[in-house]
């Protein structure tokens, strides 16, 4: 079956300028966790949602990020005011929690370049 | 796109050898710890998990242990083919509710034929 998909698989913006970066689930998945990879990092957990809530923004690292999930689908991260160090890779990951206790399905991310 | 990182540690290991990922957490409350496989362009992928109150589990070629007392995890990989050349990261699940990963930095492992 599908497995999870981003999009766009690459995005280039100007400092300032606000994107969207947009993530499907694995279908039936209820549990859905965004991470960020910068270049020589390990993976930072952002935020979770279970359904449409999001009982978990505790990653997200300033008040220029957000996220929202609808029809417990389909999400979209949402930086503001991009700045250079945002500039990484958005990976989604999903989950059948719990009945899919610990395998998190990801995505192939989003590479976002901030000049 | 080219998604793990140029400063990685790396493993450099010949095709066939055995391969030891080592791996050092720092929450003695997590409930699992996880290795995922991140190969270049792609996401993560789950490879094998281990119960906290569990010492060793072996999957197809992979073996993990996990030495509580020095807060120690390690994968073993068997026989290693050019196909698992990839950046492995040890993460730690925390089930309170949602199952939240937390990762280390990772291990670029290269295979030399």
């Known amino acids: 079956g599908a497995g999870v998909s981003q999009s766009p698989s690459n995005k280039v913006t100007e400092k300032g300028k606000d994107v969207e970066l947009r993530c499907d689930p694995i279908?039936?998945?209820?549990?859905l966790y965004w991470y960020r990879q910068s270049l020589g990092q390990g993976l930072e957990f952002l935020i979770y949602?279970?359904?449409?809530?999001?009982?978990?923004k505790s990653g997200l690292p300033s008040d220029r990020f957000s996220a929202e999930r609808t029809g417990g689908s389909v999400s979209t991260l949402t930086i503001q005011r991009t700045q250079q160090e945002d500039s990484a890779v958005y990976l989604c990951?999903?989950?059948?929690?719990?009945?899919?206790?610990?395998?998190?399905?990801f995505g192939p991310g989003t590479r976002l370049t901030v000049l | 796109g080219e998604s793990v990182g140029l400063h990685l540690p790396t493993l450099s290991v010949q095709e066939g050898d055995n391969s030891i990922i080592n791996c050092a957490y720092s929450?003695?409350?997590?409930?699992?710890f996880i290795w995922y496989k991140q190969e270049s362009g792609k996401g993560p992928q789950f490879i094998i998990d281990?119960?906290?109150?569990?010492d060793k589990r072996q999957g197809q070629r992979v073996t993990v242990l996990l030495n509580k007392t020095v807060k120690h995890l390690s994968l073993q990989i068997a026989a290693t083919q050019p196909g698992d050349s990839a950046v492995y990261f040890c993460a730690e699940l925390f089930s309170g509710g949602y199952n939240k990963l937390i990762f280390g930095a990772g291990t670029r492992l290269a295979v030399h034929p």
């Open positions: 929450n003695s409350a997590s409930d699992y």
């Open positions: 281990i119960r906290s109150n569990m």
């Open positions: 279908s039936g998945h209820t549990a």
């Open positions: 949602f279970q359904g449409n809530s999001a009982p978990d």
């Open positions: 990951a999903s989950t059948d929690y719990p009945s899919s206790y610990n395998e998190q399905f």
